[in-house]
């Protein structure tokens, strides 16, 4: 690792395990070789395997930041601003090695697909950057698929036999089939018209409906401000007008917002705001506050589907 590491300013690789022991062989070779280097590393994967690593670590534990991914990572659309940039830009005169894996069995067919998107865009995000984020891949739980679209997404690949080049690297294409027409609400749902006109009643209405189905306060103040830079970014950015759906499934507050604007980069979103920049912070606040964010944009306009917990 220490070769491809040296000689790329980033290196995405994934690592594919089949159990306990050749994660942790995998994750802690990474791990201390960092630290041997005196380069800051960080980890954020799911519980069980923050637990199983913060016991091999020992000692060590206390010079790693340990985070959970199914906490920091719930959305994965705030990986990349709110856990891999916000980590390696508080060390900025460091090289820096991050291990995070975002995808495992237990997570949901309505967040793979935001998974796979931010696997694919963490290579533009940190091209030049001088970072290594490891990605683990569990071989006995995840589906064909997915392991298919992380050869697609690293261009470095780690198992047992070794390090090796994809030949199947294409993260431009993992982009482009995960930016699917999504699902039509649901019959149930109720639908809001609007333009500038009524932003500031469509927004009311819709915290009273969440109110109605048993959204908490404090999670309240979080659907107001989602809703209300959906729908402004809707009308300064997507024609002018827009819909807005509510419905309730489970423990969430689900929204869609539709527009004829067209989201063009990708990474819209997903990247820390700069300080002197005004504006600009709409879909990265959506991002770092709900529970998911799926996409689907072209020339014929785009929608938003917004996953926000009624309580917690």
Known sequence: MTTAATTNPFVHPALFYRDSDEYLAGTLRFIREGLTLGEPVAVSVPTAKLALLRTALGEDADRVRLLDMT????????????VLRAFTDAHPADRVRIIGEPVWAERSEAEYPACALHEALVNSAFAGRAATILCPYDLSTLPAHMVADAYATHPTLIDG???????????????????????????TATTYAFDATTLSEVRHAAVEYATQAGMSADNLLDAELVIGETTTNS???GGGKGTLALWSQGPHLCCQVRDAGHIADPL??????????????GLLIVNQVADL???????GGTTLYIRLPLGR
């Open 161 to 187: 036999a070794g390090e090796s080049v994809s030949t199947a690297y294409d993260p431009d294409h993992i982009v482009a089939i995960y930016n699917q027409p999504l699902a039509d609400p649901p019959a």
């Open 235 to 237: 009308v300064v950015h």
């Open 293 to 299: 964010v799926r996409r689907h944009t072209g020339p």
């Open 71 to 82: 906490i920091e990572g719930r959305n994965p659309g705030r990986i990349i601003p709110g």
């Open 268 to 281: 819209a979103g997903r990247l820390p705001a700069p300080a002197h920049r005004p504006g600009g912070r």
